[in-house]
């Protein structure tokens, strides 16, 4: 996990209220967002969210219909894509097929006008780095899914642009490859020292990849933080469902203090505790979110009236690492919790239709408002 | 499951039979001595007197003539626009009167000869009368008339191609810096050129083979070779015909048969090339 | 500045590349189409240009004087010629239509199911003939089709029949002519719609107990649909128009309307009915048109995927 610590001093990229309308369908509503230099900023989101029209309106394929965008401080309005300080990486990677991969890779650099040997070399040092030295006189047809998306970065990555579009970069790719291929990128980023963004659908790939998510949802960047922020503090129910899977009850505040709240939920016998102040008006409509990995499950009742139910096992899928169980609870709520599966015999493991207790730790809930 | 596959190669053998028993009995018969042309003179064929009547044949040779300036003209014209008219189509996204355009050419692929020959007719003369151009008719009209309803093959064949590459290769070459006429010429028109020749043939062939819009736009002197073809053969069978028939068969048939060995060679290679490309890592 | 200059320009550019096919096609596509209409209510007239103009500048009444003249239009409804004219070549290309989808489909579907090797062979060889003369391939059937003709003569030798067969000017050429002319257009757009079929669905369907006959018509003729339309459409709005078939192969006692409006045209020099005769004709294909293109539309679209 790439979690250094942001340069916050540049400001590289600055999103000032841009709002993109296709006739009546709104792509992109007034998002405003600034990144930085050296950054692996992810925009995350389903599909159809928008992620795709903010990205291409930077590359300059589409021109926002209202607001501002600057980079490196210059507005980029009328700014073609062949004049932008900018390089993207296509999803489909877009390599052309009627050129070799050293073609491809020196196309970007004829535009420039650079003398023959200058091209040459830089392709050559470029080809050196995605280790793909052998393959030059290659078409795109005659390599692997990997390759082409080595020679697509390349490509892309050879005009050393101040900031670098990554379309779904890895989604092309099979499990195995995807895995190796993040870290190449990280490493990548931070040798050349080049600000990412970089659109996924997949959240597995955002929380590596990125230094900051930002998750959009109908248009709109519903939240901006580090991977950690986003999993363990989702600011709405939207986020905490969309990251990671999550058990979500709704409720009513009983009692608000500084410290602490508590809150009576329909679904569960007893209340929840949970050990932090929220900001909500009293007796407001809640969400209690607990993800699956923080609720202890056991044979035996816990200590304590509070932040626990009992229920009944009905399902158990076996994952290998851990085991996700579903547990009815006497209300009729299936819940969801995962165990990490620690020991190899399966002697001591709980098994379908026994009764069991769960709980939790007060910090462990989220509550949310919106 | 037998029975049926036995059934579908009956009819494809017998469809094949269809198409090819004419062509063949034109070829056999273009050897035949006898003037009655369908009855054979076994005595004193096969004979090439035909082939020879055909070559001293100054008005067909002429008109063939015609026939091949007017269509090798109606290609190029034809590609050039049909290019256009797809690429626009294909790729230039929505925009005011898309759908006109489209709808224009489409519509020469089905519209009935007499009625393209009738209106464009009518709009030399009407045009003469106004600007007095163009003046009288001859192989300027019938080009121009070839290149309309050529060009709607054209701009399908290239639509249907540039459908074939993915959008983002033209905005790849967008974002590594190249102008819009550079990513035409370096990506687009590269892309397209098995379209653009395959186009090429079509027009060719469509205006070397129309014979009803010709009637209409054409003049005195610019009698056109299917013209010429028409005109005899509405008069009755004649043997020479015969022999055209068999030279142009051939001709066409050779360069068809080169044409699909050099695809499948092609194919051949790039298929061997992808195994390779999965093999090696 | 350069900037919006820039934007200007690329605008002004993409305007001009679009505008090059635009006005071609205006220009000879859909103006000639207008002045056919226009013509078409206009009096005959023996000097050239052949019809008298609508508009016209009358010295004593000081005034343009607009002389719209519907009689064209009521000649070919009063004149039981046209109307007959006209079934009739609905009839023919309706017929040959049919005939032609008979001939094509289980070819079209034999093509698809073979290997791909032997897939393009075929295609090739179905082809091949419509790179050859049209004209030439017509008159072909005029040598087999003829009373002394090859069919005829084969048959008598074989003593089939002993009197020769009328086969050359009646319907049945005009059909064979259609169809034989048309047959590619027919095969190709089955083709590459059966091509596309998932050959698991009819795995599932004999799965689910139907039998090849039934899963063929409950799946595969259903799913062909698109294609056999477009085919359809492909043969029969030319065949409607169709001239040069029925002028070497077909009746003499009954015209095909195509026939006719050349003969307004080139013989009778009546421009003003020739162009009513058109117009109308144009209007009666003007549904099979629209449909055709819908086709289109869609086949360029499923493409882009």
Sequence with gaps: MSQKTIDRSHEYVRIEGVTKRFGDFVAVDNVSLSIFKGEIFCL??????????????????????????????????????????VNMMFQSYALFPHMTVEKNVAFG????????????????????IVRLGDFARRKPHQLSGGQRQRVALARALVKRPKLLLLDEPLGALDKKLREHTQFELINLQEQLGVTFVVVT????????????????????????????????????????????????????????????????????????????????????????????????????????????????????AYMGDLSVYLVRLESGRMVRVTIPNVERHADERIVWEETVHLSWRPSSPVVLTI | MNNRGWFRNGMLGLGLAFLYIPILSMMVFSFNNSRLVTVWDAENSPTLRWYVRLLENDQL??????????????????????????????????????????AMTTAPLVMPEVITGIAMLLLFVSLEQLIGWPEGRGMLTITIAHITFAMAYVTVVVQSRLAGFDDALEEAALDLGAKPATVFFRITLPLIVPALVSGWLLAFTLSWDDVVISQFVSGPGSSTLPMEIFSRVRRGVSPDINALATILVLIVATGVVLSTLYMKHEEKRRLREEQMARSGN | MDKVLATLHSLAGKRLVIGVPYVWLLLFFVVPFLIVFKISFSWMQPIQPGYAPLFAWVEETQRFVATLNLSNYQ???????????FLYSVKVAAISTVLCLLVGYPMAYAIARCGPS?????????????????????????????????????????????????????????????????????????????????????????????????????VTLPLSMPGIVAGCLLVFIPAVGEFVIPSL?????????????????????????????????????????LLFQRYQRRELEAAKR
């Design chain 1, 44 to 85: 995350l989101g389903g599909s159809g969210c928008g992620k795709t029209t903010l990205l291409r309106m930077l590359a300059g394929f589409e021109s926002p219909t209202s607001g501002r965008l600057l980079i490196d401080g210059q507005d980029m309005a009328g700014i073609p894509p062949y004049d932008r300080p």
């Design chain 1, 109 to 128: 650099l004829e535009q420039e006008g650079l003398s023959k040997a200058e091209i040459a070399k830089r392709v050559g040092e470029m080809l050196d």
């Design chain 1, 201 to 316: 659908h997949d959240q597995e790939e955002a929380m590596t990849l990125a230094t900051r998510i930002g998750v959009m949802n109908k248009g709109q960047i519903v939240q901006v933080g580090t991977p950690t922020d986003i999993y363990e503090f989702p600011n709405s129910r939207f986020v905490a469902d969309f990251i990671g899977s999550v058990n979500m009850f709704d409720g009513q505040l009983v009692e608000d203090e500084p410290g602490h709240v508590r809150i009576r939920c329909n679904e569960l016998e007893a209340t929840v505790f949970v050990s932090h102040g929220i900001s909500a008006p009293p007796e407001a409509k809640v969400s209690v979110a607990i993800r699956p990995e923080k609720i202890e499950m056991s044979r035996s009742a816990p200590v304590g009236t509070e932040n626990c139910a009992k229920g009944v096992v009905k399902e158990i």
């Design chain 2, 61 to 102: 040779l002429g008109a063939a003539w015609i026939s091949v300036q007017i269509a090798a003209m109606t290609a190029t014209g034809a590609v050039i626009l049909g290019t256009i008219a797809g690429l626009v189509l294909a790729r230039f996204g929505p925009f005011r009167g898309r759908a006109f355009l489209s």
């Design chain 3, 75 to 85: 000649v070919l409804l009063q004149d039981s010629l046209y109307l007959s004219t």
């Design chain 3, 118 to 218: 032997t897939r393009n062979l075929f295609l090739m060889l179905i082809i091949l003939p419509f790179w050859t003369s049209f004209l030439l391939r017509v008159y072909a059937w005029v040598g087999l089709l003829k009373t002394n003709g090859v069919i005829n003569n084969t048959l008598l030798a074989l003593g089939i029949i002993d009197q020769p067969l009328t086969l050359l000017y009646t319907d049945f050429a005009v059909y064979i002519g259609i169809v034989y002319s048309y047959l590619p257009f027919m095969i190709l757009p089955l083709f590459s719609n059966l091509e596309k079929h998932d050959l698991t669905l009819l795995e599932a369907a004999s799965d689910l107990g139907a039998s090849p006959m039934k899963a063929f018509f409950k």
């Design chain 3, 249 to 289: 192969l077909g009746r003499t006692d009954q015209l095909m309307i195509g026939t006719v409006l050349s003969a307004q045209f080139f013989s009778a020099r009546n421009w003003p009915v020739a162009s009513a005769v058109a117009i109308v004709l144009l209007l009666l294909l003007l549904l099979p048109i």
